[in-house]
T-cell receptor, first 111, second 115 residues
Framework: GIQVEQSPPDLILQEGANSTLRCNFSDSVNNLQWFHQNPWGQLINLFYIPSGTKQNGRLSATTVATERYSLLYISSSQTTDSGVYFC?????????????FGEGTQLTVNP | DSGVTQTPKHLITATGQRVTLRCSPR?????VYWYQQSLDQGLQFLIQ???????AKGNILERFSAQQFPDLHSELNLSSLELGDSALYFC??????????????FGQGTRLTVV
């Protein structure tokens, strides 16, 4: 099946710093999702981004499907950005689908 | 709020017991997915239903079963529970079952602790 790799596994920042998280995938995909899992365990949708670039406030994401990677940019980080960031890609079967998740990037933003 | 509702939020039970986790998808979504997140396995896909029919299956244990009802809510049944079944169980929903429109939205999860 498709493999998803995220880097870095861990990232520690000071409040106000910028960061880039990377997601590589082993096969062509038609869409990709980024999620933030907060310290309470909730998975929050950040982006649904098959290709191109999207922006939402201080966060933006770029997917280059032909080169099989996606980047998540966090600017002016805040302590509330802490948590685990996952990317996930679909694996389609004959009549259904599933998401394959990367191992995540654990982000800690210190005040 | 994703619009996906899971109950209960927390569950503590003993080994050998059976529990049922419940999920209500977002309004208009026909597809429901179940995922398990444990410390050593990451987020693992269990099973997908679309409009009441099973559509995809992951490495779901035989002790686990699921169904989707006519009103589209879904239940995940876990039986003969073992300590290793302790995990966060997520339900997700999407409009479609395959192809486009499969953006998944996740519920808050059920944290299961088996003691």
């Amino acid at each position: 099946g498709i493999q998803v790799e995220q880097s870095p596994p861990d990232l520690i920042l000071q409040e106000g710093a910028n960061s880039t998280l990377r997601c590589n995938f082993s096969d062509s995909v038609n869409n990709l999702q980024w999620f933030h899992q907060n310290p309470w365990g909730q998975l929050i949708n950040l982006f649904y981004i098959p290709s191109g670039t999207k922006q939402n406030g201080r966060l933006s994401a770029t997917t280059v499907a032909t080169e099989r990677y996606s980047l998540l940019y966090i600017s002016s980080s805040q302590t509330t950005d802490s948590g685990v960031y996952f990317c996930a890609v679909p694996a389609w079967e004959t009549s259904g689908s599933r998401l394959t998740f990367g191992e995540g990037t654990q982000l800690t933003v210190n005040p | 709020d994703s619009g996906v509702t899971q109950t209960p939020k927390h569950l503590i039970t003993a080994t050998g017991q059976r529990v049922t986790l419940r999920c209500s998808p977002r309004s208009g979504d026909l597809s429901v997915y179940w995922y398990q997140q444990s410390l050593d396995q990451g987020l693992q896909f269990l099973i997908q239903y679309y409009n009441g029919e099973e559509r995809a299956k992951g490495n779901i244990l035989e002790r686990f079963s699921a169904q989707q009802f006519p009103d589209l809510h879904s239940e995940l049944n876990l039986s003969s529970l073992e300590l290793g079944d302790s995990a966060l169980y997520f339900c997700a929903s999407s409009v479609a079952g395959t192809g486009m429109n499969t953006e998944a939205f996740f519920g808050q999860g059920t944290r299961l602790t088996v003691v």
